[in-house]
């Protein structure tokens, strides 16, 4: 895929300032996008960061073994001959992997191609913007991540490119995540490919911006990079959340219930306690009765 275009970048001073688009130079940015040269310059690189120290041993060098665990016949069972053999359990392993390197070389027009191809990729999609100038005099943290929210890119990958190595950008955005500072130079495919926007200092790419006088700008409010979930933990953490609500639900319910059980425990004596009073009143007034009816019988008797 090449065709010959013409891309412009949206500038910023390094407070984040807005300033007037500047075209990104043709011999870089020209529109060509070699999608399989990219794959094999970040195979490529890939591949060349394994160690290749992964060893397994084979039954010549697994300690112990020397002796044949029975003899060859009247036994009924298989012969053999040591049980470092690979059907043992702690025996050797077959085929296992052995140190090797993993190195793969690439010509340099194909590399310089791949890298050509990931600024073309990331110009089409409006994803390069240019910043005026990086001048710290001392490491701050604070104002990288002004910068970052101020172009509204904090919560994306960035690659940060200077114009040759500047030890205060680099030591001023190490401890944001997924923030990248390396020169110009040094970028790689892989590198572009990886971030999402690209900052480029001017005189890296031949523009040597005027600076702007600018007042001190108020500060953004720095938003925390959120990780992302994958489509399982996301559906997990979903059924989790459901499980928690109808805990909760049950649990008010239960709770509902045992309060009217309670409540209705606690009014039962207290409508008993009312009724017993009256009752008690009556029962004297018969008893006081009967007593002076059983003395006029007595007295007619005696009569």
């Known amino acids: 895929m090449s065709d010959t275009m013409n891309f412009d970048a949206a500038a910023y001073t390094a407070l984040g300032t807005p300033r007037e688009r500047v075209a990104l130079p043709g011999a870089v940015f020209d529109g060509t996008v070699n999608m399989p040269v990219m794959h094999q310059a970040v195979k490529a690189q890939l591949a060349n960061r394994r160690q290749g120290t992964h060893a397994t041993k084979t039954r010549r060098w ?21 049980t470092r053999s690979p059907i043992f359990r702690g025996g050797g392993t077959v085929f296992g992997p ?10 340099r027009q ?8 990931a600024f073309n990729a990331r110009a089409r999609e409006q994803a390069v913007l240019v910043i005026d100038r990086f001048e710290y005099e001392k490491p701050k943290t604070a104002m990288m991540a002004q910068l970052l929210a101020r172009l509204d890119v904090g919560q994306q ?3 940060i490119l200077t114009d040759g190595a500047k030890p205060n950008v680099y030591l001023s955005a190490r401890n944001i995540p997924n923030v990248v500072v390396q020169p110009y130079s040094d970028a790689s495919t892989y590198d572009l490919i ?18 702007v006088a600018e007042k001190a700008v108020e500060k953004v409010k720095v938003k925390k990079a959120s990780a992302k979930k994958s489509p399982a933990k996301a559906e997990k953490a979903a059924a989790k959340a459901e499980a928690k609500e109808a805990k909760k639900a049950t649990a008010k319910k239960v709770a509902r219930k045992s309060a009217a059980k309670t409540a209705a425990k606690k ?6 306690a009312k009724k017993a009073p009256a009752k008690k009143k009556a029962a004297p ?3 006081a009765k009967k007593p002076a009816a059983k003395k006029a019988a007595s007295k007619k008797k005696e009569k």
């Open 98 to 107: 052995q140190p090797r390197g993993y190195e793969q070389k690439l010509p």
């Open 267 to 272: 009014a039962a004596p207290k409508a008993a």
């Open 157 to 159: 990958k960035v690659l």
């Open 285 to 287: 007034k018969a008893a």
């Open 194 to 211: 990886w971030s999402d926007v690209v900052l480029v200092e001017g005189p890296a790419i031949g523009h040597d911006l005027a600076p």
């Open 110 to 117: 194909v590399k310089a191609l791949a890298r050509k191809s």
């Open 62 to 82: 697994v300690v112990g073994g020397n002796q044949k665990p029975w003899k060859q016949k009247g036994t009924g069972r298989a012969r053999a001959g040591s």
